[in-house]
Every structure is written in C-alpha cells, then in structure tokens.
C-alpha cells in the first residue's frame, strides 16, 4: 500500500492527556545550573586542584565524592547532595538561631551568592539569631588596591570600593574580615571569607564549588565544616531555587521562616 492511501494514524489513547508531574527539587538545581555538570573547572584542571589540595589523592577523591558526587571523570555536582547539604546547613543555622548565637554572612561573590546569604542572614534573624552587623571598615588595602572597605549590606560583609560591591578573592581581604567579626558562633560564607573561617576552626556552612576542593575534603573529614556544594558564578536569580530548599529546610525544622531565602535584596555588583 502507498503512503498516501494508508489511514490516518490515530492516537492510542485520545482525549487529554494528564498534566506532566512538576520537576523535582534536584531537577530544578540542574535546570539552574547550580547543580550537574561542570563547564570549569574540567576534568585536566580539577585533578590539578585535587592534587594542590594537600594530603592523599585518592582520599581526597573519596572525599569529594561523598561531599559532590563528583569523579575524576565525571566533574559534577549531583543534587542530591547539594539538598542533603541545604537540610544539614539548614539545621546548623537553626540550632546556633535558637540559642540566640551570633551569625556571621560574608559573600565573596556578591553578583551571584549575595541575594542568597541575604535571604539566609533574615530567615537566622527570623528565628533569634544575632546576626553580625557593623559600619564601614577601611579605607584599607584589599585584594591588593585601595581604598577599598568591607561593608556590610544586609548584615552580609563584602568588599566595596565605595561605589560598587566587588568579588573577593584573596586569603588576606577574609583574614582582615576574621578578624572584625571575631569569634563568631556561626560563620556563613562562600569563598575565601569561607575558608579562612574553616581554618580558624570556626564553625561554617561554606557554599562552594569544584574550583575550591579543598573546601569540600574539610568538610566531609572535619565536624566544624558543612559544605553546600554549588556551581559558582552563575546569576543571582540561579539561585533563587536553593534559597527555596533552605525555605523547606527551615519549615521541616519548625518556626519561623523568613523568605524565600535568595528572594530579592540583590544589588548586584554595583550596588552597594
């Protein structure tokens, strides 16, 4: 038979069809391109950090992997892991808030992690934390220029030059940040404000990416370390889905809940 005699194809089961299923938390975290896979660092690069990273590689691998998911071959980030880190930092906040610790926010990366740890600086406050706040430090010299200041903006640290907020990036501009906020309870940060912290033995909840490994193996061998492992650099509003894990983090916990963690307060890069 040709095909143009032969009938129409139907449908084998006609009349609507029933709505496709929400996408799920983890699916979300990939959509955004906060969590899966890794454009940078590649596999070549990040052998080269696990490798600078100190310590036995093949421990250090394993490590990671507990903490990312991640592999030689495979230079990821499963969700999974980086939901199971929001639940455990999460609880970490809860339990320094309810005490009515003090809370320390620094973001390093303030176009991309700002709007989060600001989200997470009042669902803290929310719920009876103390959280750090101070007026202008500087003029000083960070990340090797000045004048620079740290500033805090919504009671999360970062640098500024008085006009704009800037990345940090540079172990001396969060050592000069240590020592301001002191000895506080809890320190929540990304980048080096998160691993000066974790050297100093303080207690952190450290947002990371592959590109800083060496945060990653701390926390899966030391107590004080709870790492939520995520792509960095990416937009502001990337972000928002994980401000809304910490949201249902938060409600499993009970009490209030202030958010969605990541919602708004963004001033981006230039606005400080």
Request: one cysteine or more; hydrophobic letters at 45%.
């Amino acid at each position: 038979m040709k095909a143009r005699n032969r009938p129409p194809r139907l449908e084998s089961r006609p009349g609507p069809q029933p709505p496709a299923p929400p996408p799920t938390l983890e699916e979300r975290l990939v959509a955004a391109r906060v969590a899966g896979p890794a454009s940078v660092p590649g596999r070549t690069e990040l052998r080269h950090l696990v490798e600078a990273a100190g310590g036995d590689a093949g421990e250090c691998w394993s490590a990671l992997a507990a903490v990312t998911g991640a592999t030689p071959r495979a230079p990821r980030i499963d969700p999974a892991c980086t939901v199971g880190a929001v639940h455990a930092a999460a609880a970490r906040i809860d339990a320094v808030a309810r005490t009515g610790g003090r809370v320390a926010f620094a973001s390093a990366r303030p176009a991309s992690s700002f709007g989060l740890l600001a989200g997470l600086a009042r669902a803290a406050r929310a719920r009876g934390a103390q959280v750090h706040d101070a007026e202008d430090a500087g003029p000083m010299r960070l990340e090797g220029r000045t004048p620079r200041w740290i500033r805090w903006v919504e009671q999360v640290a970062c640098v500024t030059d008085g006009a704009s907020l800037l990345p940090a990036s540079r172990r001396d501009t969060a050592v000069e940040w240590c020592f301001l906020v002191g000895r506080s309870a809890l320190v929540v940060a990304d980048g080096p404000f998160a691993e000066v912290a974790a050297a100093e033995g303080l207690e952190t909840v450290a947002f990371a990416g592959l590109d800083r490994p060496g945060l990653l193996v701390a926390a899966a061998r030391e107590p004080h370390v709870c790492a939520v492992p995520v792509h960095p650099d990416r937009p502001s509003r990337s972000y928002r889905v994980v401000g809304e894990a910490f949201e249902e983090a938060f409600g499993a916990l009970g009490g209030p809940v202030a958010g969605p963690a990541g919602a708004g307060g963004d001033p981006g890069p230039g606005g400080a």
